[in-house]
């Protein structure tokens, strides 16, 4: 007789639910994880799913967050402070205490501060600290310190803060409950992944238009009701093509552009003046416009300027920005049949997309019964919007043209007046905040002294840059110099390569905390690997000493001289906090913690706490008490009782009874969050949720909640000064005066307007020898590197092939199963091949990070990331190819030196199959041990 299975239709998920913020990627959702005893009577995590309290994902989980569990169980993970015994790179090491550890590291660093804090370079990847890291490093007195934004999203952030007070990615969001037409440039998969998916659910219920403008067909941009497969690198062009048609029709916003932008600011245009390009001001400093009220010249902020008035004064003939802005983009230059062959769109589609935006924008306006009240005293009885928004990320930030490119998207959406009203772009607390009220970096070295000032931040003008007396770069990347005047993150893809050269200036020890750069994080992986392992003639390193940080037995592992093992992302404490960038929404601030929900099984430390340690035994000021002794226990020590400046710290939430965001030190903070879900979260008031860098009501929430010290209304910059400034010391003028060889490019490229020019690499790479553009992206199941050694999503993504278009794949007579040989003017690869139809004709592309070196993550020698899984990283050089002069210029963006990521020429041929993905290393050793070939677990009894 057959009889039916019982089944427990109702099990028992979890013993308990712990919840903490996800680490998988940049989105830094809310997770509850279900822990169970397990047989040593210890928890254990026996399931990760979505928190829907959680302002961020609101209980949505990608496949990266569920997969969080098996980063916790990873054969891979480091298991004690390690010291190397064996040549660099082999990963030859000896276990040793963490007392040890900490002696060697004091003992390599502290004649470095007695001395020369300059011979330190200390830099972190994607750790999500960096309010922390930045402060160690400012008390320890190196003006070397910067993190991953440099060669990953510097482009983005500093256009967009520059421009209008914040950016794409992670510093706002589209308005998702209003928008009608969404276009998103660029964006990668595998960040802030769970709210554009909710957000872009929501534009589809609602049946609005999105547009993906993309060369490559996949995730946001498969489910895109239309789909432009623009050539890389031309997204600028396409832009301002946009910007031409809509000048040409009327179709901006006039009245928002007088009140909230410098669009009536009058410049100085007599180019034979030294004081071309920039601004009349007045004896104060306040730059003017002509007041439409009374026709005489007025301060920008407290008159509402008229827009078509030009001004004589001294001599000099001025205009305001929008004549300029007009007088450029109306230009046939700009037109879309000028500019449709090389973007790879028609010039009928550039106008009927421009005619989409327009008739959205002014025939669709959104209007909301709020009032509020504008800085200049004008009560408003309703909020205004049009409802066109825009997102973007690295896909035209990662260029050397990437900042301009930037520049012009924040300029198209200020133009329709689409940024912070209903329909439109929104910012997220703790931005908008203009570029002057961020720190100026600073680079001053005084031998067991703290540095003077923050290193990162943004230059105005030739005064700012960090130079030495000499001219000569003070900081070892040369960030912040004539070569990349306003590099607002650092450049962390020069570090290796100039302290190899030792240029400008040679350093002793190299520091490093998540930069996996002997691998994917570096251009040109092999020859890094040939930098950090070379020698001098008296047969020393020529980067004397290297200390790194990591979870994971990761490439770079092998590399280093002493390793300091991090715990993983559910065993330790973090700040996801305002002083470093946002987590929440655009209609509230928010932070979140991690803490340690399992204890680590292994004699590791959370790296930050690690730093507490050796800052109190450097005796760097803030890590040490008035009797010398060791300030913060650890780093959870150091969020709850550091304070920035009186009454806000590291977090924001529990710090009063009012629970205003300001307040003194609370001992039970971490308590609070913890029995608040791991977070916190304040709502900004209905009648502060639009205008904020105009809203008075915002900005005295923003006073109250600890985001700014006092209200900080401000204009947008269509016109960017500062650049100007650059380009005036270009032509002669001023006391601090760029190199004879830097002229051209500064006065080229640091235009004050967004400006197109074709990425260097096209004037260094033969097009015709190099026709074929290369590109990578990052899957959604992975993130950076770490998540492709996770058991779980490899069975998403365990190899990577190369993808190649129609007409590529049918003109070499690729087949499936074929593999081909890509070369670029920096070296070559083979790598198998697959079909994709939905891709700009002349790109191939492949997955980012897949690829793994041999021996490292704890993967067998023939795992298919080892045999087939391949970097793009090979092809591309940190230096542009010398072109006759002995000069080799920075791979990088010229305004802010970052990595120029996207600039990839190559030729495609091909060839028979190896045996596995070329070029082959031979496996490097590693410190832990080789993974069992089977692996189960039952958690719970």
């Not at 809310?30 to 397990?38: A, C, L, P």
């Not at 500093?158 to 660029?186: R, V």
């Not at 570029?435 to 970096?441: G, I, T, V």
């Not at 691998?519 to 004397?544: A, F, H, Q």
Request: proline share 7%; hydrophobic share 35%.
């Amino acid at each position: 007789m057959h009889r039916q299975p019982a089944l427990d239709t109702s099990p028992k998920v979890s013993d308990e639910v712990r919840q903490t913020t996800c680490y998988m990627c940049a989105c830094r959702c809310g997770i509850n994880v279900h822990m169970k005893d397990g047989p040593d009577g210890k928890k254990q995590v026996a399931y990760i799913e979505g928190n829907r309290d959680h302002p961020v994902n609101q209980g949505v989980l990608c496949a990266k967050g569920s997969a969080g569990i098996m980063q916790v169980t990873a054969p891979s993970r480091l298991r004690a402070p390690l010291k190397r015994v064996g040549a660099r790179g082999e990963g030859k090491f000896e276990e040793i205490s963490w007392d040890e550890a900490l002696e060697l590291a004091t003992k390599w660093l502290k004649p470095i501060r007695e001395t020369d804090q300059s011979k330190l370079a200390f830099f972190t990847g994607r750790d999500q600290s960096q309010s922390f890291t930045s402060y160690w490093a400012q008390a320890f007195g190196t003006p070397n310190y910067a993190a991953h934004g440099g060669f990953c999203s510097v482009n983005m952030a500093a256009a967009g803060i520059y421009t209008m007070g914040g950016a794409f990615w992670e510093f706002g969001q589209p308005d998702w409950d209003h928008t009608k037409l969404f276009m998103l440039f660029g964006v990668a998969e595998d960040h802030d992944s769970n709210p554009i998916k909710i957000g872009l659910g929501k534009l589809k219920a609602r049946g609005a238009k999105v547009i993906g403008v993309n060369p490559i067909r996949t995730g946001y941009n498969a489910i895109a009701d239309e789909w432009v497969g623009i050539t890389p690198g031309t997204d600028g062009l396409f832009i301002l093509a946009l910007v031409h048609e809509l000048l040409r029709a009327g179709k901006i916003d006039v009245n928002y552009l007088a009140r909230y932008t410098n669009a009536g600011v009058l410049v100085n245009c007599n180019e034979e003046d030294p004081d071309f390009g920039l601004f009349l001001r007045d004896d104060q400093g306040c730059a003017l416009v002509i007041d439409r009220a009374t026709g005489k010249p007025a301060p920008a902020e407290a008159a509402i300027p008229d827009l078509a008035a030009t001004h004589r004064h001294a001599g000099v003939t001025y205009k305001p920005v929008l004549h300029l802005i007009a007088e450029r983009y109306m230009d046939a230059a700009y037109a879309p049949e000028a500019v449709a062959e090389r973007i790879g769109i028609s010039a009928e589609r550039i106008k009927r997309i421009a005619g989409e935006i327009a008739r959205v924008a002014f025939e669709e306006e959104i209007t909301i019964d709020q009032e509020w009240t504008d800085f200049r005293g004008k009560k408003h009885d309703k909020m205004i919007g049009r409802p066109v928004s825009f997102h973007s990320m690295r896909g035209i930030s990662a260029h050397s043209n990437g900042f301009q490119t930037c520049r012009a998207l924040h300029m198209l959406q200020i133009l329709l007046g689409s940024v912070e009203v209903p329909g439109g772009f929104r910012f997220k607390p703790p931005y908008p905040k203009p570029s002057y009220a961020h720190p100026k970096p600073h680079c001053k070295v005084t031998p067991g002294q703290p540095l003077d000032g923050p290193h990162l931040g943004f230059t105005h003008g030739p005064e700012d840059l960090c130079l030495k007396e000499d001219g000569s770069p003070a900081r070892i990347d040369k960030a912040f110099t004539w070569e990349n005047p306003m590099s607002a993150h650092g450049m962390m893809h020069m570090v290796i390569s100039n302290a190899h050269a030792g240029d400008p200036y040679e350093i002793d020890t190299l520091f490093m905390y998540m930069a996996n750069m002997s691998w994917n994080s570096s251009m040109n992986t092999s020859e890094v690997m040939r930098m950090l392992t070379d020698k001098k003639d008296d047969g020393e390193y020529k980067i004397p000493h290297i200390i790194y940080s990591d979870a994971y037995s990761s490439e770079m592992v092998a590399y280093a001289d002493l390793i300091l093992p991090d715990a993983t992302y559910l065993e330790r404490h973090d700040c996801i906090s305002l002083l470093d960038r946002p987590i929440c929404e655009a209609d509230g601030a928010a932070d979140a913690i991690r803490w340690p929900v399992v204890e680590p099984d292994r004699d590791v430390r959370g790296f930050q706490s690690v730093l507490c340690e050796l800052g109190a035994r450097l005796d760097l000021p803030g890590f040490v008490n008035e009797d010398g002794s060791q300030k913060y226990a650890d780093y959870a020590d150091y969020i709850v009782n550091h304070e920035r400046r009186p009454g806000v710290g590291p977090l924001s939430g529990f710090r009063s009874e009012e629970d205003t965001g300001r307040g003194p030190v609370n001992p039970a903070q971490m308590d609070k969050y913890i029995e608040n879900g791991g977070f916190w979260l304040k709502h900004i008031p209905d009648e502060a949720r639009y205008y904020k860098p105009w809203n008075m009501a915002y900005q005295d929430w923003a006073v109250e909640t600890g985001l700014y010290d006092k209200t900080l209304p401000y204009l947008f910059q269509l016109y960017v000064e500062p650049m100007a400034k650059y380009q005036r010391a270009a032509r002669g003028h001023g006391l601090i005066q760029p190199p004879d060889h830097l002229r051209e490019r500064i006065k080229a490229t640091l235009d004050p307007l967004p400006i197109w020019y074709p990425p260097f690499l096209d004037g260094h790479a033969d097009p015709e020898e190099y026709p074929v553009q290369a590109l990578t992206q990052r899957p959604m199941a992975m993130y950076h590197s770490w998540g492709s050694q996770n058991a779980w999503l490899r069975q998403i993504h365990g190899a990577n092939p190369l993808y190649v278009p129609t007409k590529l794949w049918q003109k070499h007579g690729f087949a499936e199963g074929d593999w081909a040989r890509l070369t670029s003017p920096s070296g070559e690869i083979t790598v198998p091949v697959v079909h994709m139809a939905a891709l700009n004709e002349n790109t191939v592309w492949t997955w980012n990070a897949i690829g793994k070196r041999k021996g490292a993550w704890a993967l067998d020698t023939d795992a298919p990331e080892v045999t087939k899984g391949f970097l793009l990283n090979h092809l591309i050089d940190e230096l542009l190819p010398e072109r006759g002069d002995g000069m080799r210029w920075s791979n990088s963006d010229p305004i802010t030196g970052q990595a120029a990521w996207f600039d990839l020429r190559v030729k495609i041929e091909k060839v028979r199959a190896p045996a596995e993905a070329q070029p082959a290393h031979p496996a490097q050793g590693s410190p832990v041990p080789d993974a069992p070939a089977d692996r189960s677990q039952k958690v719970g009894a």
